[in-house]
C-alpha cells in the first residue's frame, strides 16, 4: 500500500516514451525497462510489438556485426523471451515490407523529397500497361526469416553467445507456436544442412533436439519424417568417416547418442517420443553397414576414433531398447506400493488413537471398559486393523514397445571375426609401459570399445525379448 503515500519506485519508462524523437536504443538501455516487461506494462509492450522495433531488436540478434551490439542483443533476447505472448504473435506474423518502415522515417523522408525537387510532371501511362498494377510482395513471416540469418552465416562467423541468444529465442518460440514456428522451418530450404554444418555449437544442437522432441504433439508426428527425408541421418553418420577428424566424429556420435535417448527409454520417469523413422533409419542394414565398414578400416587415418564412436552409437541402440529394465520396474512399484501401505496403516492407526483418546477424556465410564489388558490392547485394535482401508493394487509394469535391432544384430555378427582380429593387433599404439612390474603393453580405449561391444552382444542373446 506503499503507493498510497507515494513511496513506490518512481519509474523513468514514461518519461522516455514521451519523447518525441525516442530511439529503440534509448529504450533498450533504461534500466527500468526489463521490470516494465515483466508486469507487462501495456505502454512499453505496445511500443515495443510495433513492427518496425519487432525488426530492429531482431536484427540485433542476427547482424553479422554482432560485436558492436552484444549489450543490445542481450536486451532484445529477454525481451522476446518474457512471459508477454504478443511478441511471440509478432515473431509469427506474416509482414509485407512496407509494415516493417517507420511511418516518420518514411513520412520525413517523403517531404525532404518533395522540397528539394518540384514533383515532375506525370508520364502518360502507356496503352497496354494501363489497367495492370505494379506487383507487390506477399506477405510472409519477414521477421523469423530476418532471425533465421544467423543459420545462414557460415560456421565460423557465429559466436557462441549469438547461437545462444538465437537458439534460446527460437526454442521459446517452439514452445509458445509451435505449429506456426514449425512450418517455417519446413519451408526452410537446406534447414537440415545449416543444422549439421553447425555441430559445433552446442545451443544450435539443442535446438535440432528441441524440434525432434516436438514429434509428440499432436501435429508433431511428421518431425522426424521430415528429418529422415532430408537425410539427417546420413549426413551424421557422413561425418562419422575415418577420414574424418576426431572432434568431428565426437559431435556426430554426441547428436545420434541424443537422438537415440530421447526416442526410446527404459526410465519410466523420463519422457520419450518413442521409435521414429530416424530410429529405423540408424538401426537399418544399410547405415549398420556403411559404420561397420567405417570401423574396420585399416588404411584410413582416423578409424580409431571412428571406431570408439561407432560402439558407443550400437551399445546406446542396445541398452536403451534391450535391457533388464522391466523387471528392475516390476520390483520398484512393488516397493513403492508397499512402503505406501504401510503409511497408509500407520496414519490411520494414529488418527484412530486421536479421536480415541478424546473419546476416552469425555468419559470415565467407556475408559475402565477399554483398558482391560496391561500393555494397552484389547478387543478395540482388532476392530481397527479390519477398519483399516486397503490399498489398490500396484499398477502393471509398463510395457516398453519392441524395437527391432534384428538387421543390426546380424551385420554385426558377420563382423564378429574382423573385431577380434584388432583386439590381437590394434590399430593404435601399442607401444609397451613402465610400470611398477615392468614394462606393459596397454589395453587401449580400442579394445575396450569392442570388448563392451561383444559383452553386449553376448547379454543379448540371452534376452526372450530378442530372441
Not at 43 to 60: A, E, F, H, R, T
Not at 102 to 117: L, V
Not at 421 to 448: A, I, K, Y
Not at 456 to 464: F, R
Request: aromatic share 4%; glycine share 4%.
Amino acid at each position: 500500500m506503499l503507493w498510497r503515500f507515494g513511496l513506490q519506485h518512481a519509474s523513468n519508462i514514461d518519461k522516455v516514451l514521451d519523447k518525441d524523437d525516442l530511439e529503440l536504443e534509448e529504450l533498450l538501455g533504461d534500466m527500468d525497462l526489463m521490470q516494465e516487461v515483466r508486469e507487462q506494462n501495456p505502454k512499453v509492450i505496445s511500443y515495443l510489438v510495433q513492427p518496425p522495433n519487432m525488426k530492429q531488436m531482431v536484427d540485433y540478434i542476427a547482424t553479422e556485426d554482432y560485436f558492436k551490439y552484444t549489450k543490445l542483443a542481450t536486451t532484445a533476447a529477454e525481451i522476446l523471451c518474457s512471459n508477454c505472448l504478443a511478441f511471440a504473435d509478432a515473431l509469427v506474423a506474416d509482414y509485407v515490407p512496407r509494415d516493417l518502415i517507420d511511418s516518420d522515417d518514411e513520412s520525413s523522408d517523403g517531404d525532404d523529397r518533395s522540397a528539394a525537387a518540384p514533383a515532375p510532371d506525370p508520364a502518360p501511362p502507356p496503352a497496354g500497361d494501363a489497367a495492370q498494377p505494379l506487383p507487390r510482395a506477399p506477405p510472409r513471416q519477414r521477421l523469423l526469416d530476418q532471425l533465421w540469418g544467423v543459420m545462414r552465416l557460415d560456421a565460423g562467423h557465429v559466436d557462441a553467445q549469438q547461437a545462444a541468444l538465437f537458439s534460446r529465442v527460437l526454442c521459446c518460440l517452439l514452445q509458445r507456436k509451435p505449429y506456426q514456428a514449425l512450418d517455417f522451418i519446413h519451408a526452410e530450404a537446406g534447414a537440415v544442412e545449416r543444422f549439421v554444418e553447425h555441430l559445433a555449437l552446442s545451443p544450435i544442437v539443442d535446438l535440432l533436439l528441441k524440434i525432434i522432441s516436438l514429434e509428440e504433439l499432436d501435429r508433431g508426428p511428421g518431425v522426424t519424417a521430415w528429418l529422415r527425408e532430408r537425410g539427417l541421418v546420413r549426413m551424421l553418420v557422413d561425418r562419422l568417416a575415418p577420414d574424418r577428424d576426431p572432434e568431428t566424429h565426437s559431435l556426430s556420435a554426441q547428436v545420434l547418442l541424443d537422438i537415440i535417448a530421447i526416442s526410446q527409454c527404459n526410465n519410466p520417469a523420463q519422457p520419450t517420443i518413442g521409435t521414429n523413422p530416424l530410429i529405423d533409419e540408424l538401426k537399418s542394414n544399410d547405415i549398420v553397414t556403411r559404420l561397420a565398414d567405417y570401423m574396420l578400416d585399416r588404411a584410413a587415418p582416423n578409424a580409431t576414433s571412428t571406431l570408439i564412436n561407432c560402439v558407443y552409437i550400437f551399445i546406446e541402440l542396445i541398452r536403451r531398447n534391450y535391457s533388464d529394465a522391466e523387471s528392475a520396474y516390476a520390483h520398484q512399484q512393488q516397493q513403492q506400493h508397499q512402503q505406501q501401505q504401510h503409511q497408509h496403516q500407520q496414519q490411520h492407526q494414529q488418527q484412530e488413537g486421536d479421536e480415541e483418546h478424546l473419546r476416552l477424556q469425555g468419559s470415565d465410564d467407556e475408559d475402565d471398559e477399554d483398558i482391560d489388558d496391561e500393555d494397552g490392547t484389547g478387543p478395540h485394535d482388532d476392530q481397527q486393523t479390519s477398519r483399516l482401508p486397503q490399498m489398490p493394487p500396484p499398477p502393471p509394469p509398463r510395457e516398453l514397445p519392441t524395437v527391432d535391432l534384428s538387421d543390426m544384430m546380424r551385420v554385426l555378427a558377420l563382423r564378429v571375426g574382423d573385431l577380434a582380429q584388432l583386439l590381437d593387433s590394434p590399430r593404435s599404439s601399442t607401444e609397451p609401459v613402465p610400470t611398477t612390474q615392468g614394462p606393459r603393453e596397454p589395453l587401449g580405449f580400442e579394445r575396450l570399445r569392442i570388448c563392451e561391444l561383444f559383452a553386449e552382444l553376448l547379454h543379448c542373446s540371452n534376452m526372450p525379448r530378442l530372441n
